[in-house]
Structures are given as C-alpha cells and as structure tokens.
C-alpha cells in the first residue's frame, strides 16, 4: 500500500460514518426525547435534505435561505419556458446505488442517459481529430496519468502544473505536445474539478468517491428534486445570516432584519462564502474548523447555454471536444440535440479562465463562443436565437461553483470542516462530504450526516 492510500484509509476509519448509500438517517437508532428547534442555514440541497429529514422526526425546524429562490447551487430556469434548464448542478453522475436516483424515482423525475463515451473530438485546426492523433492522444493521457501517480506517491505535495511542466521536458515541449496535454489538462481535470492545474493538490485532486454508470440528465431540471424535499418545509427566503450566536445555552442567528433562536443550528453555507467570512460566528470557529475552511478552495465551471433555429453539429453525440490553441478556450461542449432533441449546445469554462469571463459583457462571452463554433462548423452557421450564462464565481450567495483541493490539502480537512461544535453547530454541503465532495449527492449525503448527528446526540 503506498502513502496515499494508507493515508486515506486511516482517514476513513476516524471519519465515523462511511458508506451511507441510500440509507436514510432515520434508520440509525438516534433518539431525542422532547421536541427540539433547529435553524438550518441554506435552503440548498444539503439544507433541504436536512431539514426534510429532520422535520419527518418530529423536530421543529426552520430553513432560512438568503436568496429569493431555493435550491442554492441547484436552479433549473425556466427562461425558455419549453426546456428548463440546470444552470448549476445538471447531472446525477453515476447513477448505480447514488441516492439521488432514488430520490429522483421517489420524486417522478424523468432521466435521460448520456455518456461521456458519446463523443467526438476536434483538432486544433477544426477539423474531426484523426484516428492516428487520437491514438496519439490517449497515449499520452496515459502517460501522464501514470506522472500524476507517481507525484501522488512522493513525499511532498506539489501542483498538478508541476507535474505537466516535469512531464512535458520528459516527452518534448513542441506545439502539438502542448496543446493536447493543455487539453488533457482542462478536459481531465479543470472541467471535473473546477480547480486551476496552477492549484490543485496532485496528490488529493481525485480522493472523492464515484458511483459506477452512466449519468443522468434532469428532463425538466434538477427543480424536480428540490421541489420534492420543500414540500411542507418552514424556508424563509430573502433572509441573509449575518451572525451565529453560539455562546449561551440557545443559539441565535441575526438576519440584520430578524432574530431566530434553535437548539441547534445546520449550517449548510458554501465554503466560498465562509472563505470569505460573510458570516461572523460569535465565539469564533475553533481552530480546526476555521484551517479548514482556509485550506480548501472553492472551483469555478460556468455555463453557456445557445439556443439555435437548427441543428449544425453532429446529432448522434451528447459531447463535442475541442483542442485549442488557448488553454481552456470553450474546450468543451454538451449537445442537448439526442437527450431533448433540442437545437441547444452548452458550452463550459473552468477554472481561471471561468473566472477570467465573468468580468466580460454577455455580448463578449457569446462573441467568443460562437468564433469557436465557427473555426469547427464553418462561418454560416446561424446565430444563437438566446442564450443563458452563469457567473457562480460572482454570486454572492456561492463565490464559486463547488470546492476542490489545492496543494497541501488533504481529505482530513473535510473531516475538520463538518465536525459538530459543542452539539450546537453543525456542519453539511459537498465541501465537507470527504467521499463525494464537489458532487450534488455528496451535498445530500452531508445533510443526512448532520441530521444523524443531531439525532445520535
């Protein structure tokens, strides 16, 4: 066993509960005698899945939410009134034994399969990538991938550019060697992990857990399952969590505008916004908590979505992926023309160059998309009749997409960031689900955690 695998293992067996799978908390033999009050801040889904499950056991519980609309990170639109659309989350990536396929049935939600292996690439050039460079260009995934193991090995932790930069002087530093490892990089890793190559740990990047299958795409939005977990819940929208109060033996949560008082309170904030401090916490976090929201990051992945009067592009694939000659240029893309039959392509930037783009005009961010469609299609491809764009890293509410790892950050800081405090505060969001962070079963998951611990108290 090398060093990062004994390291997560010894991890994982401190962590206390593993392995929820579909298992509600409800089955866990937690007790409370007399009727307690929870605040859960965050009507996400970490926060709703909390709260649904701690209203089903009698508790008195109150969801306050600072936007004017639930579901957080999940927020299907419905611009185009004939196709909602998930300017969040989208997909259940892999579907065998998550708990959201479950809950997706439980809810009636209709999904659609699709697979990353649907796909087709493009060169540099716009043209379909030959059999001959594609064979080049799994080759040299799988070199790199075995480079990426061998830093995950090492004793100290290092960027995954470092290992690009040791890797490229090993196999020659000509264009097309750097452009298909830029690829690699941003396809790979960037648009998975929604951190920078510059930042993200080579050892711990890739330590969450994934279910096996193919992934499933909300027909009409990830709504579905949001609607699903509110209904009968107490949320108060538009309520802004200013300050916890933790101290004495109630804790009060100030909106600036209202004063709420629980036993207990989940907070389910993302750790963008705890990064940033938006919340002050009365006494302070402990140490532990507060190193672990400083030692993680918070990624970016942004959307673009076009809508065209017609299809252009190959309409047997789900996936069109570009090579570039900019790193992270609109590398990749997600036809909607097989899974809806509809004449819409989703196009993503990650990482530095998401956030890099939210400072342009939505006129420059469409200009930019459509050169690129153009070099691959040819200049007479329509216009987009509207679109719809997303600036996580801007919103308020987020300041980011969804966490990752950066260099010198390991799995053992989610297990510091959802560690309860004083059986008063309690900690849930993908941030601090140390198998399936990033994910939105990871966020579900961590909600049902909190309430096991609230519940085992």
């Known amino acids: 066993m090398n060093r990062r695998s004994l390291l997560r293992l010894l991890v994982a067996m401190g962590l206390g509960v593993q392995g929820l799978g579909q298992v509600r908390a409800s089955d866990w033999g937690g007790k409370k005698t007399v009727p307690e009050r929870v605040i859960v801040i965050g009507a996400g889904l970490a926060g709703l899945a909390a709260a649904r499950e701690l209203q089903d056991q009698a508790y008195e519980v109150v969801v306050l939410e600072g936007r004017d609309r639930i579901g957080g990170r999940l927020w299907t639109s419905t611009k185009w009134a004939d196709i909602p659309l998930d300017m969040g989350a989208s997909w259940i990536h892999g579907m065998d034994g998550n708990p959201?396929?479950?809950?997706?049935?439980?809810?009636?939600?209709?999904?659609?399969?699709?697979?990353?292996?649907?796909?087709?690439?493009?060169?540099?050039?716009?043209?379909?990538?030959?059999?001959?460079?594609?064979?080049?260009?799994?080759?040299?995934?799988?070199?790199?991938?075995?480079?990426?193991?061998?830093?995950?090995?090492?004793?100290?932790?290092?960027?995954?550019?470092?290992?690009?930069?040791?890797?490229?002087?090993?196999?020659?530093?000509?264009?097309?060697?750097?452009?298909?490892?830029?690829?690699?990089?941003?396809?790979?890793?960037?648009?998975?992990?929604?951190?920078?190559?510059?930042?993200?740990?080579?050892?711990?990047?890739?330590?969450?857990?994934?279910?096996?299958?193919?992934?499933?795409?909300?027909?009409?939005?990830?709504?579905?399952?949001?609607?699903?977990?509110?209904?009968?819940?107490?949320?108060?929208?538009?309520?802004?969590?200013?300050?916890?109060?933790?101290?004495?033996?109630?804790?009060?949560?100030?909106?600036?505008?209202?004063?709420?008082?629980?036993?207990?309170?989940?907070?389910?904030?993302?750790?963008?916004?705890?990064?940033?401090?938006?919340?002050?916490f009365s006494p302070p976090l402990p140490k532990t908590i507060s190193q672990a929201i400083d030692g993680l990051d918070m990624g970016v992945l942004n959307k673009c979505y076009l809508r065209f009067p017609k299809v252009f592009w190959p309409d047997d694939v789900d996936w069109l992926e570009c090579i570039t000659a900019k790193h992270g240029e609109w590398v990749e893309w997600v036809s909607f023309a097989r899974a809806l039959n509809v004449p819409v392509l989703l196009g993503f930037n990650a990482a530095d160059r998401g956030r890099e783009i939210e400072a342009w005009s939505d006129q420059e961010i469409v200009g930019s998309a459509m050169a690129t469609l153009r070099h691959l299609f040819g200049p007479n491809?329509?216009?987009?009749?509207?679109?719809?764009?997303?600036?996580?890293?801007?919103?308020?509410?987020?300041?980011?997409?969804?966490?990752?790892?950066?260099?010198?950050?390991?799995?053992?800081?989610?297990?510091?960031?959802?560690?309860?405090?004083?059986?008063?505060?309690?900690?849930?969001?993908?941030?601090?689900?140390?198998?399936?962070?990033?994910?939105?079963?990871?966020?579900?998951?961590?909600?049902?955690?909190?309430?096991?611990?609230?519940?085992?108290?």
């Open 381 to 457: 491809i329509p216009e987009p009749t509207s679109y719809q764009l997303t600036r996580w890293a801007s919103d308020p509410f987020a300041l980011g997409a969804y966490s990752y790892n950066p260099v010198g950050a390991n799995p053992k800081l989610r297990r510091q960031l959802a560690k309860p405090v004083a059986g008063k505060l309690y900690f849930a969001g993908e941030a601090t689900d140390q198998e399936y962070f990033g994910t939105a079963h990871g966020a579900y998951l961590s909600g049902l955690r909190a309430v096991e611990e609230i519940t085992s108290d």
């Open 100 to 280: 959201l396929t479950e809950l997706a049935e439980a809810a009636k939600a209709k999904l659609i399969e699709t697979s990353y292996d649907s796909n087709q690439i493009y060169d540099v050039d716009g043209r379909e990538l030959s059999d001959e460079k594609e064979k080049r260009l799994d080759r040299l995934r799988d070199q790199f991938q075995r480079a990426i193991e061998v830093a995950q090995d090492a004793e100290k932790d290092t960027s995954l550019r470092q290992v690009m930069d040791r890797f490229q002087s090993r196999v020659g530093a000509d264009e097309e060697v750097t452009q298909m490892l830029n690829f690699i990089a941003s396809s790979n890793l960037e648009q998975e992990y929604a951190g920078s190559v510059e930042k993200m740990s080579a050892q711990w990047f890739d330590s969450a857990e994934e279910f096996d299958g193919d992934d499933g795409l909300f027909a009409n939005g990830y709504q579905q399952i949001v609607k699903f977990l509110a209904r009968d819940l107490t949320i108060k929208t538009s309520q802004i969590v200013q300050r916890v109060d933790w101290e004495q033996d109630q804790v009060r949560v100030n909106t600036g505008t209202e004063e709420y008082i629980a036993d207990r309170v989940i907070v389910t904030l993302p750790l963008g916004v705890l990064k940033a401090g938006r919340v002050a």
